[in-house]
T-cell receptor, first 114, second 109 residues
Framework: DTEVTQTPKHLVMGMTNKKSLKCEQHMGHRAMYWYKQKAKKPPELMFVYSYEKLSINESVPSRFSPECPNSSLLNLHLHALQPEDSALYLC?????????????FGPGTRLTVL | LAKTTQPISMDSYEGQEVNITCSHNNIATNDYITWYQQFPSQGPRFIIQGYKTKVTNEVASLFIPADRKSSTLSLPRVSLSDTAVYYCLVVRSSYKLIFGSGTRLLVRP
């Protein structure tokens, strides 16, 4: 299995809702990532997990809360989002940390905040 | 990390070779040059990575001159399915991928 899966594909939520995005990989990768991508813009790194521990938080607002329950699973918990948070949320994984290995991206979750 | 500069867009025709050049003047000794491809509503996909001279795989070639201040991604005989955004990145470790604006390649019939 050489892919990263993300669920759901699409999500519409109100500003008072709580929702979660899920990402899964079964390639044995020990680094996992969350990116945010606005329309016609490049992906922006949000969080990096290495060996299930949060190693990088790119000054992301606390309404985004990542979680890595095990080495295969990465969640992004959403609460009290704003309309400007509407974007494509991409998950990625890579074999090891601190090397030049490629990152494998999932197809993303298209989030709309009303 | 070194900032990258690449053309905003390029047009080509099926069957042609496409060369996309990226400038990275402040590249450091430990940095690698990496290219990703992204189709609409999909995640980016790794294409190729190199440190110096030339790297070739089944999809593309990457040319890096001796001073490493620029690089050129070469796509041989493009098809309509190569229409995508191509990102040039300078990578110091697998953690930090800093995507620039990318080049939108349009391949016409």
């Amino acid at each position: 299995d050489t892919e990263v899966t993300q669920t759901p594909k699409h999500l519409v939520m109100g500003m008072t809702n709580k929702k979660s995005l899920k990402c899964e990989q079964h390639m044995g990768h020990r680094a996992m990532y969350w990116y945010k991508q606005k329309a016609k813009k490049p992906p922006e790194l949000m969080f990096v997990y290495s060996y299930e521990k949060l190693s990088i938080n790119e000054s992301v607002p606390s309404r985004f809360s990542p979680e890595c329950p095990n080495s295969s699973l990465l969640n992004l918990h959403l609460h009290a989002l704003q309309p400007e948070d509407s974007a494509l949320y991409l998950c990625a994984s890579s074999p090891t940390s601190g090397t030049y290995n490629e990152q494998f991206f999932g197809p993303g979750t298209r989030l709309t905040v009303l | 990390l070194a900032k990258t500069t690449q053309p905003i867009s390029m047009d080509s025709y099926e069957g042609q070779e496409v060369n996309i050049t990226c400038s990275h003047n402040n590249i450091a000794t430990n940095d690698y040059i990496t290219w990703y491809q992204q189709f609409p509503s999909q995640g980016p996909r790794f294409i190729i990575q190199g440190y110096k001279t030339k790297v070739t795989n089944e999809v593309a070639s990457l040319f890096i001159p001796a001073d490493r201040k620029s690089s050129t991604l070469s796509l041989p005989r493009v098809s309509l399915s190569d229409t995508a955004v191509y990102y040039c990145l300078v990578v110091r470790s697998s953690y930090k991928l800093i995507f620039g604006s990318g080049t939108r390649l349009l391949v016409r019939p």
